[in-house]
């Protein structure tokens, strides 16, 4: 059922663009199966991360997507627009390395970790400050089962409690900090078999959601995954909330 607004919904489209990540090449085709089967037209931006540490450089949008492809030109610019949207309500998604960075902003933002790293962006960090870091077995190319919370908003957007996923990263979650991101309101509401963290979301947001797993690739990009189009909807009923503001 397609949904009319004043406008067209605006998405902005976070990461440095490149031909050699398989994500942003993805995305335009699933733009377009947005509109043409779910009646789900976005207006997409693309935003590379040094452009998005500017002040509310995605403040005006109806949903920011902070994509693959670290590690990224501006670390600062991919925090900044987690907390935007997160600050601002913004309906959110963050894969990959965008699940990553949405983890490393609330441990810095909510939690005061701020010493919470990234291992590709600072390898000189103490152990003892990665939150995200290397992977025992690299997911570059897997594709494996997840198992989901009952009641979580991933288990309403994907309508089962297990799901098959792909990945293409090398770093992860360290267990060691994520009670305190939990005591703190996010909820990790996806696991794989080994009960490493896969899905987070911050329950009160609109839509506040991160996966380590892609699914922007789920497919061949004619029928968008199930969360993808879950941003999408979100997006229209920003704007159109928004519109009668």
Known sequence: MTTHTSRTP????????????????????????????????????????????????????????????????????????VRTAREGRIPFLGTCAGFQHALIEYARGVCGLERAAHAENDPAADEGDLLIAPLACSL????????VAPGSLAERILGAERT??????????????????????????????DGQVRIAELPGHPFFLATLFQPELAGDGSRPHPI???LATAAVERASRMAVA
């Open 140 to 147: 570059v190319g897997h594709e494996g089962p997840v198992r």
């Open 164 to 193: 098959t996923e792909r990945y293409h990263c090398g770093y992860g979650p360290d267990g060691r900090h994520l009670d305190a991101l939990r005591a703190h309101g996010l909820r990790f509401s996806g696991e794989d078999e």
């Open 228 to 230: 993808v189009r879950a």
């Open 10 to 81: 605006r998405i902005a489209l976070v990461g440095d663009r490149s031909p050699h990540v398989r994500s942003h090449v993805r995305v335009p085709l699933l733009l377009d199966a947005l509109a043409e089967r779910d009646g789900l037209i976005l207006d997409a931006y693309w935003i590379g991360t040094a452009d998005a540490a500017e002040p509310d450089a995605v403040r005006g949008f109806d949903a920011v997507w902070l994509l693959p492809g670290s590690p990224y030109e501006s670390e600062e610019g991919a925090l900044a627009a």
